[in-house]
């Protein structure tokens, strides 16, 4: 089969990218013909009008680090993900659409209520596959960013919801979220990155990701410099953080968590490849419990008994001793390859069907 791929390949994340990626590969060596659709409204893009209307020049220096990071990526988008044609709205979506026998809407935050709002400067319902498609439609692993869909967006989204024949989510709370919209046959399966081996991101990093020196790795994704700053506090050897190197690559993020004594993050995937890598972590949240977007980190860690790896910003002093506890990783990689089966019959069955 023909296989088209929409998700937010786009987005200046390592993360994103690599859930693509991974996702592609597994369809890939199932026999399939996969491609990612280039869909990616242009308001996303970085050029001149978007640096003075989001008013970027107030933060000269994080938007230099956001286009060296953003060239990085695409060096490996272009290397590794099979693209479409540049689509710049639903309707140029459902052009090319036409090409596919199936088409995947996920994994990541494609159903967030802000682009479903706002995504074409409008009600966009491109991830919703709310467009012409004979084909067959599926949902994997969609993360809609909140615990509580907001309501403006929900009496929106009850009407897009039922596009899909088949229905998974990441997260524990998605579930009721769909529920709430009318659909009960859903399925809470794990991110694409799990559908790889560990060899799948080993082999990206191009080299031994040994180093000389040991180090615990800091990456976050929001609030860096108060972390940074909270961190240096509780752990006084040796840090690494973000890409202080200077080097924005994909590869270059896995051979730094591949090589780390332990890492302290607030981001999804790179606790993915922490697990996928064997290397302790510990999650930072903004706000105390499972609410909002912490669930993906609690629905994940519960299933793999892992939840005393995360804390809220208020308790940062606890990191030292939590890294400084033994994972059994034989344990982890086995309920890791038990959650794997579950995405795999889910898509399995849903390509079948």
């Not at 242009?42 to 990071?69: A, P, S, T, Y």
């Not at 040796?238 to 080097?247: K, L, T, V």
Request: with cysteine; proline share 3%.
């Amino acid at each position: 089969m023909k296989i088209g791929i929409l998700t937010f390949h786009w987005a200046t994340n390592y993360g994103a990218v690599l859930q693509c990626y991974a996702l592609q590969s597994y369809l890939s060596q199932l026999g399939h013909e996969v491609s990612v659709i280039n869909y990616k409204p242009q308001q996303f893009d970085n050029g001149i009008c978007n640096f003075l209307r989001f008013r970027k020049f107030l933060h000269f220096g994080d938007f230099i680090r956001e286009l060296k990071k953003e060239h990085a990526i695409t060096k490996f988008r272009n290397v590794y993900l099979n693209q479409s044609v540049r689509c710049y709205d639903k309707n140029q979506v459902a052009k090319i659409a036409k090409e596919y026998d199936v088409i995947i809407a996920g994994s990541d935050q494609v159903l967030n209520p802000f682009f479903l709002l706002h995504g074409e400067r409008g009600l966009t319902p491109t991830y919703f596959l709310g467009f012409r498609f004979d084909g067959k439609k599926i949902a994997y692993a969609v993360s809609f960013g909140c615990t509580d869909y907001p309501k403006d967006a929900a009496e929106y989204a009850k009407g897009l919801i039922g596009n899909f024949e088949h229905m998974s989510v990441r997260e524990n709370s998605g579930v009721d979220i769909v529920s709430s919209w009318g659909v009960n046959a859903v399925s809470v399966v794990p991110d694409p990155t799990a559908l790889m081996p560990r060899e799948f991101y080993l082999r990206l990093m191009e080299q031994s990701c040994a180093s000389a020196q040991e180090y615990t790795y800091f990456f976050f994704i929001r609030n860096i410099k108060e972390r940074i700053s909270a961190l240096r506090k509780v752990i006084t050897s040796a840090i690494r953080w973000n890409n202080d190197d200077g080097n924005y690559s994909i590869e270059e993020w896995l051979r730094n968590i591949c090589a780390a004594r332990g890492i302290v993050t607030d981001s999804f995937h790179a606790m993915m490849m922490a697990l996928k890598l064997e290397v302790p972590f510990v999650v930072i949240t903004e706000q105390i419990g499972n609410v909002g977007m912490n669930d993906r980190f609690y629905s994940l860690l519960e299933r793999l008994h892992l939840l005393d790896r995360v804390v809220d910003k208020e308790h940062i002093g606890d990191v030292p001793l939590i890294l400084a506890k033994k994972i059994e990783w034989t344990k982890v990689r086995a309920l890791l390859e038990e959650y794997k089966s579950v995405g795999v019959d889910f898509l399995n069955k849903s390509l079948k069907d």
